[in-house]
């Protein structure tokens, strides 16, 4: 069933001055003067069906809000008619893009607005090769990948790893990206080894070593220590009473894989409907193979023998030369027994033409198998041959059944195995729908209690206290003044050391500083913004290199797939959706061809070849006309579809306007629906003729 528009209801607005509704049929005439509403119908057709208006958009200056729908049928094969506009807000590119390689000229083909009626305006011969690979060799996309990868790295060559090109662009950015990474790994090497292994590095150990000594704060620190094991134990008692998230982890992929299984046995079990159809077909294979041995060993019987004709017709010929010779009369007699003999063969020919074995067994073998399968039979190894495809399709099919049903029992066991778990976990049962919801809830409370854990323990492993060291009580406020006044004392003149030692590293700190551009903060931040400036140095680098070796793998490769390119858009011209109406509608011209120019050659059927762009602008329409229907037909997977012509023959010559007409017929015999809007009343009267011969494949209405 092809794509068909079966309603069409557009709410009054603009120059529409009163509500338009249409019950289509298959050809369907909107007429009305100038200014009553004919574009606005059409513009609200496009708004509603496409989601890329391309040519047909309307004027910016218009702020049209369309109302009403379009009722599609013929979109899937259940035969729902679907609205357009819809709720989820589909157009018919969105509805096909996952079942379909729809084109992006899509609108574009099925609509044709007055003097417009080539494909492509900028090209030559009205189509041009960028249309021609959207529409048949799925390679435009290529043209868009490639754009993207800058000259200079599509020209880089590749050796020993080491890339070469010229200094431009990428690899420029490349060539620069790899000094940074130099500079930056030559300046934090020598202020790691300047700052960690030199004397400010063991100043600053002893610091810590002497700040290590407070008791008050090595007791504080063992009692927060104890706080937090309390608070890790009772946490993990939570996370007990909960499956862990490894056993989560796995029934969630036994969910997901439960419900993908019962997804492939539906989709599995649609494909046994054909089972049946088969064994019918085999049945009858088997019995017509009888007929066609038996029908044959029949029609040897009465053949004549050709040994037989030629023996007596010498005995015959050798008789009677031998009668006249000898004038003995008993050579006569041998000459009649040759002529009886030659006479018993000759009925013996016209048994076996008389007897009809070939005209009615035969062929209604030869007709059965036609219409069963499609194609002529011309000799038993044809039979033979698709008897045992069909039980090879027999064999497999019982295969495919057998393990769906093993498939299904195990499926089921399965869900009541998940469904046992959850029903264990949560001390009541589980809708199957409720599964992910559950496991998803368990799982969240699993993990945060697991963060809260992780949160603690990293908090108590930064103390460095061991379990037997943590304080249960508060030990409060301890100060040994003396005590720590030495130890100040120790803490500041170490410091003092320290900052000389600084003093003398200060030039490279000041390169640090220069380089990283930060302030003149400590050394432990420097060095940390000194090493992230080179690790993001290095990741800069890494990623200018990765981009150019894709982009120069990825234009290798786009090399190797436009050798296709040329082949798929031949195959798709010589396709029979293109072929079909190219000859339906010119009468002569049974096939399109792509010359080694890469034009458009027409194909007559006495073989000539015609340059598209050379042709008369009548013929030129028809080819047009035809190559919308034909890719069209292909982004539809071979349907039949519609067509809106708004006033697409007004600048036609009234001859021309006769037979476009006449032609529109013929698409609407072949299974096209057609629309066609006009404001001109002597094409509404072609119409009206031809429609007034169509009953009730005719519709017309009128604006104003």
């Known amino acids: 069933m092809g794509l068909r528009i079966e309603r069409i209801k557009i709410d009054r607005d603009g120059p529409l001055r009163s509500d338009f509704d249409l019950s289509c049929r298959d050809l369907n005439l909107i007429y009305g003067p100038n200014e009553t509403g004919k574009t606005y119908l059409v513009e609200a057709l496009i708004n509603f069906l496409f989601r890329e208006k391309g040519r047909h ?3 910016r200056n218009r702020k049209w809000d369309f109302g009403g729908r379009v009722v599609i049928s013929g979109l899937n094969d259940d035969g729902d008619r679907i609205p357009f506009p819809n709720e989820i807000g589909e157009k018919l590119e969105d509805y096909w893009e996952s079942k379909r390689s729809i084109t992006p000229h899509f609108s574009r083909l099925v609509v044709v607005r007055a003097g417009e009626t080539t494909l492509n305006t900028g090209e030559a011969d009205g189509v041009g090769r960028d249309l021609l690979k959207d529409c048949l060799s799925g390679e435009g996309l290529l043209d868009g990948i490639q754009d993207k990868i800058q000259l200079t790295v599509q020209k880089a060559v590749i050796e020993n790893r080491v890339i070469t090109g010229n200094q431009t662009g990428e690899l420029r950015d490349k060539a620069q990206a790899e000094t940074r990474v130099r500079k930056s790994k030559d300046l934090l090497e020598r202020v790691e080894e300047a700052y960690t292994s030199g004397k400010a590095f063991s100043w600053r150990e002893k610091i810590e070593q002497l700040r290590l000594q407070f008791e008050d704060f090595e007791k504080a620190k063992r009692y927060r220590a104890g706080q937090l094991q309390g608070e890790i134990e009772r946490l993990r008692e939570g996370k007990q009473a909960l499956p862990s998230e490894s056993k989560l982890a796995v029934l969630s992929s036994d969910v997901e894989k439960c419900r993908t299984d019962e ?3 539906k989709t599995k079990s649609g494909n046994l409907k054909d089972l049946a159809s088969t064994k019918k077909n085999y049945r009858w294979s088997e019995n017509a193979i009888e007929v066609y041995e038996k029908a044959k060993s029949d029609l040897a019987m009465y053949r004549p023998n050709q040994t037989i004709l030629l023996f007596a017709a ?9 009668a006249v010779l000898s004038g003995f009369e008993w050579w006569w007699v041998i000459c009649i027994l ?12 016209q048994q076996a033409t008389s007897s009809g074995w070939e005209s009615s067994e035969l062929e209604g073998v030869k007709t059965e198998f036609r219409t069963r399968f499609g194609s002529d039979l011309t000799e038993i190894a044809e039979l033979k041959a698709k008897r045992q495809e069909l039980n090879d399709d027999l064999v497999r099919g019982q295969s495919l059944k057998d393990n769906l049903d093993e498939r299904t029992e195990v499926t089921r066991t399965e869900k009541q195995r998940i469904s046992g778990i959850l029903t264990g976990w949560k001390n009541n049962e589980v809708k199957f729908e409720d599964w992910d919801d559950v496991i998803r809830s368990l799982t969240d409370q699993a993990k945060g209690l697991s963060k809260e854990i992780e949160s603690r323990k990293s908090a108590l492993a930064s103390l460095h206290v061991m379990e037997e060291d943590h304080l249960d009580e508060d030990p409060g406020v301890e100060w040994d003044r003396e005590f720590s006044d030495k130890l ?9 050391e320290l900052k000389e030692e600084e003093a003398r590293l200060h030039d490279l700190k000041l390169e640090v500083v220069i380089e990283t551009t930060q302030e003149d903060v400590g050394w432990e931040k420097l060095i940390a913004a000194l090493r992230k400036k080179y690790e993001r140095a290095v990741q800069e680098y890494q990623i200018i290199t990765a981009k150019i070796l894709a982009g120069h793998l990825v234009t290798g490769v786009i090399g190797e797939f436009r050798q296709d390119e040329d082949r798929s858009i031949v195959e798709g011209l010589n396709s029979e959706e293109v072929t079909k109406p190219l000859h339906l509608l010119t009468g002569r011209y049974r096939e399109i061809r ?17 340059p598209l762009s050379e042709l008369s602008t009548g013929v030129r329409e028809q080819i047009f006309l035809a190559l919308r229907m034909g890719f069209a037909s292909r982004a539809m997977g071979g349907e039949t579809g519609f067509l809106i012509l708004d006033d697409a023959f007004q600048h036609s010559d009234w001859s021309r306007r006769e037979k476009l007409v006449s032609q529109i017929l013929s698409l609407v015999q072949s299974g096209w629906q057609v629309f066609y809007f006009t404001m001109d009343d002597h094409i509404r009267g072609l119409f009206q003729k031809i429609g007034s011969e169509m ?3 005719f519709a017309e209405r009128g604006l104003g």
């Open 57 to 59: 958009d309307w004027d």
């Open 263 to 265: 997804r492939q046995i």
């Open 314 to 322: 010498i005995l015959v010929a050798a008789s009677i030369i031998a």
């Open 338 to 349: 040759g002529v009886l003999l030659v006479g018993k063969e000759m009925w013996n020919r």
């Open 488 to 496: 100040e004392q120790m803490i500041n003149d170490t410091k003092r």
């Open 594 to 610: 792509l010359s080694p120019e890469k034009d458009l050659v027409l194909v007559s059927d006495d073989d000539d070849l015609y």
């Open 695 to 697: 009953g009730d494949g």
